[in-house]
């Protein structure tokens, strides 16, 4: 009799979360399988609190099943306990605790979409594309993203040690990382060749727009107002916040659809437009992406391409097309669903396809040839010095200018952008 009471009042339980999450629009009938489904839920749930080898709690129980039951449906699907759901918050207003890269789950492994800029994984070498097989030893087979997220959590100043399969790697790459209070700083910005406006954006946090906006108005003021363009780089950017986004795309677009939302229902449907504004007055652009550019990063270059506002350059981007929504639930917990599909002005869906790039362009290292011609006396072994003391500075502005040749998609758009702009000239004049 115990067994059918506790099968019950799971049932119970369930039904009435059930009731509380269906929107006031619309309510979606349960039939008699449902409810069959429901039964065996029960059945299940009680058999375990009875006679599982060890006690078990009921939060933990239910908690697990509500993870199962919306990791199933895709990646990006989970549960946000109480601790999980505060630090997405934190986490938006762009500054949390951790590691510094963004993750998703694929195959059972953490796959790294992208490291954040100047945090402890970027500065440990951890690359867009590694798969984590191990945390402090432990397989990550098994457990939810969340659990894996969680875990790569904890106290600043405390090390963790991760187990990386790397593509091209012959082994597995062993890395101990220090956690630290990540400040994402989402927009930087300075001047090219002194007539080129670069700015960065590595995640869409709730000031990267406002933060955009100033470093182009500082960028210009340091051009003195006259400048080529917009190299705008969303390279190892895993998104972020939908709002930000379409601000973002806006802030280059005068009219038009920025991006549209597209749910179950066709009632679900959303557009959004740009507005009568132009930041940079119609000077050509030129976005940079690659294969950690997902989600919110896509959905800007999406829109600058379709509406022939930039040119595109880089390698093909993830190919995150989905929008999730985050649910409030009993217990300051949350959970996040995926509620919609995101369709670039020109009707395209880039889930799983991702952004293909204008000019496509591989990052590769320039480097001088150990054999062959030699440029210069000083290439030469053995070769006599000048006798005259080196001059430290010049020495690290040579660093600093070979550390920059080797970011070759900048060395291309930046002859692109020269190029674009060139002609737009000519064509008014």
Do not use: W
Request: negative net charge; proline residues 3%; glycine residues 10%.
């Amino acid at each position: 009799m115990r067994h059918v009471f506790t099968g019950i009042m799971a049932i119970a339980v369930i039904a009435l979360s059930l009731a509380i999450i269906t929107t006031p629009e619309r309510k979606v009938e349960a039939s008699s399988e449902t409810y069959r489904q429901l039964n065996l839920f029960g059945d299940v749930f009680a058999k375990i609190r009875e006679d599982y080898v060890e006690e078990v709690d009921d939060a933990k129980l239910i908690e697990a099943a509500i993870n199962g039951m919306l990791a199933s449906l895709d990646p990006h699907s989970s549960y946000l306990n109480p601790k999980n759901y505060q630090g997405m918050k934190v986490q938006t207003r762009g500054k949390f605790g951790g590691l510094g890269i963004e993750v998703t789950m694929e195959n059972g492994l953490v796959k790294v979409v992208t490291p954040i800029d100047d945090t402890p994984a970027a500065a440990a070498g951890v690359q867009a594309g590694d798969y984590i097989t191990h945390l402090d030893g432990e397989p990550v087979l098994g457990l939810s993203l969340s659990d894996a997220v969680e875990k790569m959590r904890g106290l600043v100043d405390t090390d963790i040690g991760l187990t990386i399969r790397r593509k091209g790697a012959k082994a597995p790459i062993e890395l101990t990382i220090t956690r630290a209070i990540i400040t994402v700083q989402s927009v930087r910005g300075r001047l090219e060749d002194d007539d080129i406006l670069y700015v960065r954006i590595s995640s869409f946090t709730q000031q990267t727009n406002t933060g955009l906006r100033k470093t182009i108005r500082d960028l210009a003021e340091e051009a003195g107002g006259d400048y080529r363009g917009l190299i705008l780089d969303l390279r190892n950017n895993p998104g972020g916040l939908l709002d930000q986004a379409i601000a973002v795309s806006d802030a280059f677009l005068e009219k038009g659809e920025i991006v549209s939302t597209r749910g179950r229902e066709a009632r679900d449907s959303q557009r959004y437009n740009a507005t009568d504004d132009d930041v940079i007055n119609g000077k050509p652009i030129i976005v940079i992406i690659n294969g950690g550019s997902a989600s919110a990063s896509e959905i800007v270059a999406g829109a600058l391409r379709d509406h022939r506002r930039a040119v595109i350059l880089g390698t093909k981007s993830f190919g995150k097309g989905s929008v999730q929504t985050i649910v409030p639930l009993q217990g300051n917990g949350a959970m996040r669903m995926t509620t919609a599909r995101y369709y670039t002005p020109s009707g395209i869906s880039i889930q799983a396809k991702g952004i293909v790039p204008d000019i496509e362009v591989k990052q590769s290292r320039l480097e001088v040839l150990e054999n062959g011609a030699r440029r210069s006396e000083a290439d030469l072994r053995n070769h006599l010095a000048n006798g005259a003391e080196e001059d430290s500075a010049t020495a690290e502005d040579e660093a600093a200018e070979n550390e920059e040749i080797q970011d070759y998609q900048l060395l291309r758009a930046k002859d692109l952008l020269k190029g674009v702009s060139l002609f737009a000239k000519k064509a008014f004049n």
